[in-house]
């Protein structure tokens, strides 16, 4: 880009990338919620995306850091607790913990994290750094996915419950609670794009910024195809499904 | 240091720091709660710990991100609470608020940070900086001036209250909080660096990360005793008290 756009013309450019680069358009995403998965890649998905889950509290902790203002903090931290848990909400963590029980997955080895794939901790780092080290427009534009995630939560609770007899609908409390959330958050970090991204190296930060962040859940399931469904090339170290 | 210490040599060489180099030892602290500061002196000290306030909460939530435990988080969050409120809490830099207003500074400016000296920004910066930067371990031990802090907490709320007639009870809320709050956060850090400071390098850089903190601390009140006690050498763009 090089002309200055309005708000509402770089609010089109921002949904644009979500509909060429988000990874509902992954064939690991199309495989896992068309049925395609077998048991144990199911697994391995929930696994890794185990460390996703665990870096999103820290990547908004991190942003937390870079927000001078209370009052945006305030606003930020609501994304924290849906993590970490506040009173009687018991968290994202937690609820994805009791998927991963669900799908038979020890509890101790996912939460060491020990056997997710190298690409998912680069990946989960690379974001927590990215929103850390750039100015806090980049960091909250990053977040933007939000803005095209409740159709793919939608997708995996329909797609999961009709094609696996191993996921019922007491495991997919995660992504019923993410349907609720991220539309709330998603309006606070659009808005105050659309209200600061007011120069052309500002508005081109903030493009790249979801570049980047597409790119950061793309990879995970680029690693998840490579090591589990094909050519089937499981990293050493890495969780190896039984049978 | 050259030989490993036990955790309670490490906690009393962490102690002789505070008796050694914290800041209720420097000559702007004996003049404020000893009651030889005029209230201009006060307003600048209030001013400009104004933005340390404000930086505490953000240098809780960089330590939080890179806490990659859930359980810690949980921990440390309390901290972050105190400052920017929960709930019925309104928090420290509320309260902080309360005595700059009672102190007749208006609160637009103080809030807008403009008139505080550049050394005050720099220091809680640094502090913020350490915090993202170094090592979970060093970032908690920076916090252990909390070990010191009641006993000035109680300093200056019997100092002001008895020394200056511009300062009444209603105005020292943060100061009573603390008392509270201080003895409860050391406890958690405390124990932490005790149990995980267990090879030389690891105890000097705990033991560094303290020093560093105690000159952050000193840094701010060399500032305001240069800018407003002597030589009285206002910076360009810092505070101005009336007369």
Chains 1, 2 share one sequence.
Not at 47 to 73: F, H, S, T, V
Not at 121 to 137: G, T
Not at 162 to 177: C, Q, T
Request: hydrophobic letters at 40%; one cysteine or more.
């Amino acid at each position: 880009m090089t002309d200055l756009l309005s708000p509402d013309q770089l609010e089109d450019a921002l949904r644009t990338i979500g509909v060429e680069r988000y990874h509902n358009l992954h064939p690991f995403h199309k495989m896992l919620h068309g049925g395609q998965c077998n048991k144990g890649q199911v697994q391995a998905w929930a696994l890794n995306r185990y460390y996703y889950q665990c870096g999103i509290p820290r990547k908004d902790c991190a942003l937390m850091a870079n927000m001078e203002q209370k009052e945006m903090r305030l606003e930020w931290r609501q994304r924290y607790f849906d993590h970490d848990g506040l009173g009687e909400d018991e968290g994202g963590i937690e609820r994805w913990l009791k998927l991963t029980d669900a799908l038979g997955l020890d509890r101790d080895y996912v939460m060491s994290t020990e056997g997710i794939l190298p690409a998912t901790r680069h990946a989960v780092e690379a974001y927590i750094h990215f929103v850390r080290d750039k100015p806090l427009l980049d960091g909250i534009a990053s977040s933007l996915t939000e803005l095209f995630a409740p159709a793919i939560h939608k997708e995996r609770i329909s797609g999961m419950l009709v094609n696996y007899d191993f996921v019922d609908d007491s495991m997919l409390g995660y992504f019923r609670e993410r349907l609720n959330q991220a539309p709330r958050d998603v309006e606070f970090a659009l808005s105050y794009v659309r209200r600061h991204a007011v120069t052309v190296p500002q508005q081109r930060a903030v493009l790249n910024a979801l570049y980047f962040k597409t790119d950061v859940l793309w990879a995970q399931l680029d690693a998840l195809y490579l090591a589990y469904v094909e050519p089937d090339m499981i990293p050493p170290g890495a969780y190896i499904p039984a049978g």
